[in-house]
């Protein structure tokens, strides 16, 4: 029973404590959330967070910060990805979130967490879906706002159709380009106007896109005779991994034969395009990050193909493009760490993160660059993107040739583009 | 020529899907019950046979040969000591188990093979393809759908043409009757099971050779399947096959008129079959 007596006591001990300590005990545990899409479709995202995860603990330690980094998986699933964050916060009291992954995941998480005034670190998600899908009228620019507790690193819809069509220009084509573009939100925006369409005629080429269809298709006949019928050259989209081996595969069968297949998405992880087999050789895609990325981690001083090493060594893996970036997460998070007075204050975490400039395995980061429109520039830091090409090899695994650098030339080439036929 | 083309691409698309639906059907046709997992047992099998295919070093087609038997047993096993236990007058309770039979799958499969996409590899064939004048026919989509008529030939073979199918038949007429002279109706519930996994591992191969495969995919496979059995008419294998081919034929018709359509469409010949012959086309019994 507690007593009145021992009541008052612990009371009065409390309130003196309040007082007479620091509002961060140098020692006392910082508490980091994490959320992405561990299972569910979206799970091969996750791969390397196990891993980074760890090791960041692991260094943390070492530097003297008690840091707790509490995983919570979002099923692949928006609505729990919101529920999970709303766990973190309110029964977990963590005081700083990293999310990864989609922008299923990212941004219930960041909406939940400018509510609740926790910052958050995000990335892996292009910045137009992030930033925009997360305003209250996506359809009215003037009515976006910028956030105060989120921040986020990545890429955007512009860079890709950049880096597509730096690649078509690498080759003799007759500027027939054909489109497989989904009924879902990449597929939407990718077709919309400020997507590939207007890029496409800016420069000159044609454009057959035969309309919006379901994921999970299982016939893509109409596809194939729409691009056969207009002779298309090059080929783009951004399917999901089975739609796209179901069009390749029939569109093989029908004998369209296209010069250059440019695929988003599908063709992000190593595993789906080992699952093409021959037919996914010289297919190209987006790279955000390879072991060939020439940075360095500011956590554990390793450059990108040490810390590719590393993972394949650990986890028995081929590395994955989200390695990178989920390890550049935990960098800036650190960074913030180290340079706060009182890394538990929401406030205080969301500025210094906000004012973040550091070189992380992704490249810089720092936001308010004038690379991204004004509106986004508080909350949007941009990461590089190059394009690559799958290059199978004799036993049958795959290799990630950068073939591509025109936006950013800092990345080095590592190898030429090749055409299909 | 490209509406020729359409219609037969969409021919052979619902050779697929009566490959789906047949193990659907069979069970339907046989307990009246409606298997949601139905969808992860196809994925479970095609899971069955990589894990074949890759241990053994063997080819997709021989691999299903090993796949099948195993299937059999999983079907067997999962009718005699999980789904015999609720099957009775009230359709719910088995509903409910196979719903719950297919989220155990799921995540057994996430927890075993991870959520990697994975594939069946065929080799050259999936790219082969035969010229029919202007029309290149797939030699896979062919494939597909010959072994799809090859199945529902043989199941007809067994149901009108055995002592098993008698059996089979007098089950799904009249348990109770079928028990008296001497049928044990939970015997024949295990067996007709077991044959619809070996279906559904037919079906698992061609699936897993003609797209990405992954431990979540099943369930979105599973309405197309329905809806052939629906159009077929409950309980009509050939009907079956029917309903796969209108389904694969309205799809082609739709994408060819627009790819938003596409779905739409196979759904749109849904709802006219059942509108216009509520029992599909080729119903069985009146029952």
């Known amino acids: ?421 | 020529m490209i509406w020729v083309d359409t219609i037969v691409q969409g021919v052979l698309l619902g050779g697929l899907y009566a490959l789906f639906a047949a193990g659907l059907s069979l069970v339907f046709g046989i307990m009246r019950l409606v298997n949601l997992a139905h969808g992860d047992l196809i994925v479970l099998a095609a899971f069955v046979i990589l894990t074949m295919a890759g241990a053994l070093g063997l080819h997709p087609f021989v691999a299903v040969l090993i796949a099948a038997p195993v299937m059999f047993a999983v079907g067997w096993l999962l009718q005699t000591y999980v789904l015999n236990r609720v099957l009775g007058d009230d359709i719910l309770p088995p509903l409910l188990v196979t719903f719950g039979l297919s989220v155990v799958i799921q995540n057994g499969l996430l927890e075993g093979f991870s959520a990697d996409s994975q594939k069946l590899s065929a080799g050259p064939i999936e790219a082969a393809s035969i010229k029919l004048g202007p029309i290149a026919v797939g030699v896979m989509p062919l494939l597909t759908l010959v072994s799809a008529i090859v199945v529902i030939f043989a199941l007809n073979q067994l149901f009108y043409r055995t002592k098993l199918g008698r059996a089979f038949r007098a089950t799904s007429d009249d348990a109770v009757t079928a028990g008296l002279m001497g049928i044990r109706p939970r015997n024949v519930f295990a067996i007709a099971t077991g044959i619809a996994m070996v279906v559904a591992t037919i079906a698992a191969l061609y699936l897993g050779i003609r797209a990405n495969f992954d431990p979540t995919i099943g369930p979105a496979r599973l309405i197309y399947a329905f809806q052939a059995v629906i159009i077929g008419g409950l309980g009509s294998l050939w009907g079956t096959l029917a309903g796969g081919i209108v389904i694969g034929v309205a799809q082609g018709l739709g994408a060819a008129i627009n790819p938003e359509w596409q779905i739409l469409a196979g759904h749109i010949a849904f709802v006219l079959v059942l509108l216009i012959r509520p029992r599909g086309l080729f119903p069985r019994a009146n029952d």
Not at chain 1, 187 to 215: C, H, I, K
Not at chain 1, 263 to 284: I, M, Q, R
């Open chain 1, 1 to 421: 029973m507690l007593s009145r007596r021992k009541f008052m006591q612990t009371g009065a001990a409390i309130a003196a404590s309040s007082v007479a300590l620091p509002a961060f005990a140098a020692g006392s545990k910082i508490k980091i959330g994490y959320v992405s899409p561990q299972s569910g479709p979206l799970s091969a995202f996750a791969q390397a967070d196990t891993y980074v995860i760890e090791n960041f603990v692991k260094k943390a330690a070492e530097e003297g910060f008690d840091i707790e980094v509490i995983v919570k998986d979002s099923q692949s699933n928006p609505n729990r990805a919101a529920e999970v964050a709303r766990e973190l916060i309110v029964r977990d009291e963590v005081h700083l979130i990293c999310v990864a992954s989609t922008p299923e995941t990212t941004n219930p998480v960041c909406t939940i967490a400018e509510a609740e005034e926790i910052p958050v670190i995000s990335s892996v998600a292009p910045w137009q879906p992030w930033f925009i899908g997360q305003q209250g009228n996506p359809a009215d620019p003037a009515s976006w706002q910028p956030f105060d507790y989120v921040h986020h690193f990545f890429w955007g819809l512009e860079d890709n159709v950049g880096v597509f069509m730096n690649m078509w220009a690498q080759i003799d084509s007759n500027k027939n380009v054909g489109a497989l573009w989904p009924n879902d939100g990449d597929g939407n925006a990718w077709a919309s106007e400020v997507g590939m369409p207007p890029a496409l005629a800016a420069a000159g080429y044609n454009l057959t896109d035969p309309g919006r269809f379901q994921n999970l298709t299982d016939d893509f006949s109409a596809q194939i005779n729409a691009f056969k019928q207009n002779n298309c050259d090059i080929m783009v989209g951004i399917p999901i991994p089975p739609d796209f081996t179901t069009f390749w595969t029939q569109a093989k069968q029908q004998g369209y034969n296209p010069k250059m297949v440019s695929v988003a998405k599908a063709l992000l992880f190593p595993e789906s395009v080992a699952a093409l087999g021959d037919l996914g050789h010289n297919l190209t895609c987006e790279v955000w990050w390879s072991p060939n990325h020439p940075y360095k981690s500011s956590l554990t001083g390793q450059s990108c193909a040490d810390l590719a090493g590393e993972f394949q060594d650990y986890a028995k893996r081929q590395w994955t493009m989200p390695l990178g970036f989920v390890h550049a997460l935990f960098e800036v998070a650190l960074d913030a760490i180290k340079r706060a007075s009182d890394p538990t204050d929401g406030d205080e975490m969301a500025e210094l993160i906000g004012a973040t400039k550091l070189d992380t395995a992704v490249g810089l980061i720092q936001w308010g660059r004038d690379n991204v429109p004004p509106f986004a520039q508080p909350n949007i830091s941009k990461t590089p993107l190059v394009g690559g090409q799958w290059r199978r090899q004799d036993d049958g695994s795959f290799d990630l040739v950068i073939v591509e650098n025109g936006l950013a030339p800092e990345i080095p080439l590592t190898g030429t583009l090749e055409t299909l036929s």
